[in-house]
């Protein structure tokens, strides 16, 4: 589904009043393959170079070098048009559903806007929008009653829920979730991970799922990645990645995990 | 005599849809060595309890309804300004969440150790044996070692920018023991922190515990963070605790619905995909809280008598607020 093929990143240092930086080397030779429908993980602490993966993969950032293919495509070679139809097919949920969320819109709003800037590939209509956001609201386990309102007037899980409904509004095959559940309670992640997982079996879903979070990790993902300081440093199959883990990064990380468990 | 004693804590705050009802009658005990991890959900109180064992919750907005907070026998609800700040520092220590916006930027890490160090000792001489800033400098070197910060020495001169988050909280480690406090209050002091430096930190903090033979609350949202460091756990739940007791007891044989709702949500290595369980409803609004138990709304074996009357915290070292705590299988 999505082929990651030797990606490096590299972003310039910078010449200031106070001397110069050095360049960063944020993804170095990163190579990752997602098969169809099934839910990849992706782990590492903070500044290993996550975010800047999923930038790369929607084509926010441009890579250094290295190519990204998305069922069978490499972005880079893509028209303008033909890349925009192509994002339809990728979306994303970010991490703070209180940041991610424009305060000013209503949820109609919220929720159909992909639909209006896709309206090119889905071809729906403005009351045809209207009842696929209803739909879509119904999915992630909210009701129709809620179209009309603004996001203050939600709680963090339900916030989620409709980033959720927002990234599935055009019918994407594969979904990047960035810690999509690290700024909420566990009572509440309990119920996004469900919906989540939930959404997968029905819709057939691919996701990448990225967090620090390894239990959530363990729970939802068939493979896992580790990426350390911009390079991968272990994959597999999940189980094995936590049962037996090569290398010693994953080891220390394994080993720091807070668990409720007493030997 | 317990280091820190909390009896029957309400504390309402003013909002502006009215005065919300935060803490309905808190009751924990900590004694030196012991460390108590205080757990719950956003908006449970822990924080306001935490900061109420150092009397930080400004008053107004906040209002203590009854109740008193006796630290070393004395009820620090009911002392002057001046004594409380006193204590502050020398006898109470204080870690927050985030080790950026605690430390001064504009100011060397020495610089700012040294300070707390000669404030500290103008209350307690003991701390700098009778020595001045001389011995004050030298005292921060070592705490600096002490958390593991390597060539203290030479960091002392540096910036906090110059540190990464982990070394930074542990400079606020260091800075809230120079004093030689006997209670330390610990608000999220990993939560910012990536899980192996929270590791490091929690391992440091425990070691510390002994060493300074002092009682530490630690306030966290992570229950796993609990089962690895603490000695005993308080279980938050609106504005209540509703299960206290040693961690082991606690957590592998919780009693109260809420405490095992809260254990069912979290992933763990037998957890089969499909298998958490969230909780269904929302956190009762505090300004109208429900009657009786605050859990009754979202508890299926609530009964007519839960909604009636609060029930009390009850057990000999493992307490549970629940009625049916005893019918209900362990």
């Known amino acids: ?263 | 005599m317990a280091l820190l004693e909390i009896r029957n804590l309400h504390l309402a705050m003013r909002s502006f849809d009215g005065e919300a009802h935060v803490l309905n009658g808190i009751e924990l005990a900590v004694e030196r060595r012991q460390v108590w991890g205080l757990v719950g959900e956003t908006g449970c109180g822990k924080s306001l309890t935490g900061l109420s064992c150092s009397r930080l919750v400004p008053t107004p907005p906040g209002r203590y309804l009854q109740g008193e907070i006796r630290f070393d026998g004395q009820d620090l609800l009911a002392m002057p300004d001046a004594q409380v700040a006193a204590l502050r520092g020398t006898r109470i220590g204080m870690i927050f969440q985030d080790p950026t916006t605690n430390l001064n930027p504009a100011f060397r890490i020495g610089t700012q150790l040294v300070d707390v160090a000669l404030a500290a000792a103008r209350r307690k001489p003991e701390v700098l044996g009778g020595g001045g800033r001389q011995a004050a400098e030298r005292l921060a070197v070592q705490m600096l070692d002490k958390v593991g910060i390597p060539n203290a020495a030479e960091r002392m001169g540096d910036y906090p920018h110059q540190f990464s988050g982990g070394m930074r909280q542990r400079v606020l480690i260091a800075m809230a023991l120079i004093g030689r406090p006997d209670l330390l209050i610990a608000d999220e002091p990993t939560t910012a922190l990536d899980v192996s430096v929270q590791a490091q930190i929690l391992r440091l903090m425990r070691s510390m515990v002994d060493e300074f033979d002092m009682g530490v609350v630690m306030i966290t949202h992570n229950l796993g963070v609990v089962a690895q460091s603490c000695t005993h756990v308080a279980v938050m739940y609106a504005g209540n605790i509703v299960e206290s007791g040693p961690v082991r007891d606690v957590l592998m044989a919780p009693r109260h619905p809420y405490t095992r709702a809260l254990m069912q949500a979290i992933p763990t290595r037998d957890t089969p995909r499909g298998g958490l369980q969230g909780l269904a409803g929302s956190v009762p609004n505090l300004i109208t809280p429900p009657p009786g138990c605050r859990f009754a709304p979202r508890c299926a074996l609530a009964t007519d008598t839960c909604r009636a009357a609060t029930p009390p915290l009850t057990g000999a070292s493992h307490r549970v607020a629940c009625i049916h705590a005893e019918t209900v299988d362990a």
Request: a neutral charge.
């Open chain 1, 1 to 263: 589904m999505l082929e990651i093929e030797n990606v490096t990143k590299v972003y310039p240092g910078r010449k200031g009043m106070f001397g110069s930086s050095a360049p960063v080397t944020a993804l170095s030779d990163v190579s990752l393959s997602i098969r169809p429908g099934e839910s990849f993980g992706l782990v590492g602490e903070s500044g290993s170079g996550k975010t800047t993966l999923t930038r790369c993969i929607l084509r926010l950032e441009e890579p250094t070098s290295g190519r990204i293919r998305f069922d069978g495509q490499d972005f880079a070679t893509l028209s303008p048009a033909a890349l925009r139809a192509m994002r339809a097919r990728i979306q994303i949920v970010f991490q703070d559903p209180f940041a991610s969320l424009n305060p000013r819109m209503s949820v109609h709003d919220i929720v159909t806007e992909p639909m209006v800037i896709h309206a090119a590939a889905l071809g729906l209509g403005p009351r045809q929008r209207t009842e696929r956001a209803a739909e879509l609201l119904d999915l992630v386990g909210l009701g129709p009653q809620h179209l009309h309102r603004y996001p203050h007037e939600f709680s963090g899980g339900q916030r989620q829920r409709i980033c959720v409904a927002r990234a599935l509004a055009c019918k994407p095959d594969m979904v990047l979730l960035d810690e999509p559940t690290s700024a909420l309670d566990v009572s509440v992640q309990a119920q996004v991970l469900n919906l989540l997982g939930d959404l997968q079996t029905r819709l057939g879903l691919t996701y990448l799922f990225i967090s620090h979070d390894l239990g959530v990790i363990r729970y939802v993902c068939d493979r896992t990645a580790l990426i350390y300081r911009g390079k991968i440093v272990e994959q597999g199959d999940t189980q094995a990645v936590f049962d037996a883990p090569q290398s010693d990064y994953a080891r220390t990380l394994i080993a720091a995990m807070p668990e409720v468990a007493f030997d």
